[in-house]
């Protein structure tokens, strides 16, 4: 970790703790901002690889979604999810396979992300987006996603017609929001149990659902579609030890690859699981 990251950590952990002297209540809402505010993407990380692609953009909740469709019309579709402070430009090395496999490929930078409105993002507006691109460019019966990505499609997925025809990639998805949480205090340095239950309070009374409910392991149960679960036994961001969780329900309709050494981000670059997940996407 650089001096400047650190220096950042102490003081988000310096304004949390004496805003939790004042008010728990003002701490958790500040908590929860910053739990919902994507890092800034460095501006050599910036390129666009999907350059020649049709540009599309629609608005959801008062933000406007801008991304991009390749090889239109075509009858099976399928939607590219990315992670939390990450853009659809990171999945860029799959359109090329998937248009040779017959799909229409599309691809939104999330609210708050890429070139995408918004200041903060949560697993709701994540889902509604989806919705929303469904809605206007489905139907679509495929769906790619990584991270925070599959969460929101976890969460689309209980809302909206599918089958198990339709067919969805997760990989290395942010299983419980409840861990992504603890995970996040835990490298701030925040260990305060007024101030959790605080941010839960402030979740809930935003979406109506405890941090609990924001679960695949608990959406699963609504959920018919085909699932490819993707996940590496060295990630630290999305740990296995709850996708495992999710294996051990057995549930027929989903199968896991786990694999070693790859992490949180080198998983979806890997040759090995970009053959595999493709070859699950074939056209029927």
Known sequence: MNVQKKFALQFIRTKLNVLGLLSDRKAGEVAFKLFCTPLPIPAEKQKDHFHSAEKLAFTVDGKTIRGYRVNHPRPHKILLLHGFSSTCQNFHRFVAPLVAQGYEVLAFDAPAHGKSEGKTVNAVDYANMILKAVELYGPIH???????????????????????????????????????????????????????????????????????????????????????????????????????????????????????????????????????????????
């Open 142 to 284: 495929s769906f790619l996603a990584h991270s925070f990505g599959g969460m929101a499609i976890s969460l689309a997925l209980e809302r909206m017609p599918h089958s198990p025809k339709t067919k969805v990639v997760l990989i290395a998805p942010a299983t419980e929001t409840t861990t992504a949480i603890d995970t996040a205090f835990s490298f701030i340095g925040i260990n305060k149990p007024a101030l959790r239950k605080s941010m839960d309070e402030i979740i809930f009374s935003i979406s109506g659902e405890h941090s609990e409910w924001f679960s695949i392991r608990r959406a699963m149960k609504n959920i018919k579609a085909s699932v490819l679960w993707i996940h590496d036994e060295d990630d630290d961001v999305t740990p296995l030890s709850d996708a495992l969780k999710v294996k051990e329900d057995a549930w027929p309709n989903v199968r896991f690859i786990i694999t070693k050494g790859l992490g949180h981000r080198k998983i979806y670059r890997d040759a090995t699981v970009k053959k595999a997940l493709l070859s699950f996407l074939q056209i029927d």
